[in-house]
């Protein structure tokens, strides 16, 4: 049987793949929604999002996480993520884009060691289905500000036949 981190990161790349498999724009779980048709993509750019800046720790699947996302430019904002317990599960390096007049968010993971998830040239691909006060919603991932320093992001994930969407639960690094 492979390690908690493991088996956690397999069924969590899963869902992520599955999450962007939709029918039409509608909610997919309680929290997140679907976007099918690109022509119902909104118009956004990279400020509408900025409130994601910053330096983030948290707890989501049950481990910590550590995610930080640097200011825009150049028309995208990087990101990194990290998975662990006592040790590393898994990375992430994401962008938000600018694309056609709206946003998309990119993602690429890789194990401990640091080899990728995904083939060389791919990556996983959520795209903007709605942008509120407070909430930013991609295909299958949506995140809500709750706070200055605090945010909750939910991801739909599949289990066998069933959907169901996971929290992640960011603060502030430092506002403790």
Known sequence: MGSPN?????????GILLSGVAHAQSARTEHTYQLDDPANQPTATL?????LVGDWVGTAFGAQ???VWNP????????????????????????IVEE???LNLKVKHF??????????????TFRLVAIEEDAIHFSGLSFYR????EFVGYIAMRHGDEVRE???????RGSD
């Open 100 to 102: 056609e007049g709206s």
């Open 72 to 95: 825009p430019s150049a028309g995208s904002m990087v990101g990194l993520f990290k998975f662990f317990e006592e040790e590393v599960g898994f990375y992430e390096i994401m962008l």
């Open 146 to 149: 709750t706070g200055p320093d």
């Open 47 to 51: 400020e509408d999002v900025s409130w």
């Open 6 to 14: 493991r088996n956690i990161a397999s069924v969590l790349l899963f």
């Open 65 to 67: 996480i550590e995610e």
């Open 166 to 172: 996971e929290m992640m639960d960011y603060r502030r």
């Open 111 to 124: 194990n401990a060691d640091f080899s990728a998830w995904e083939e060389k040239t791919e990556h996983l």
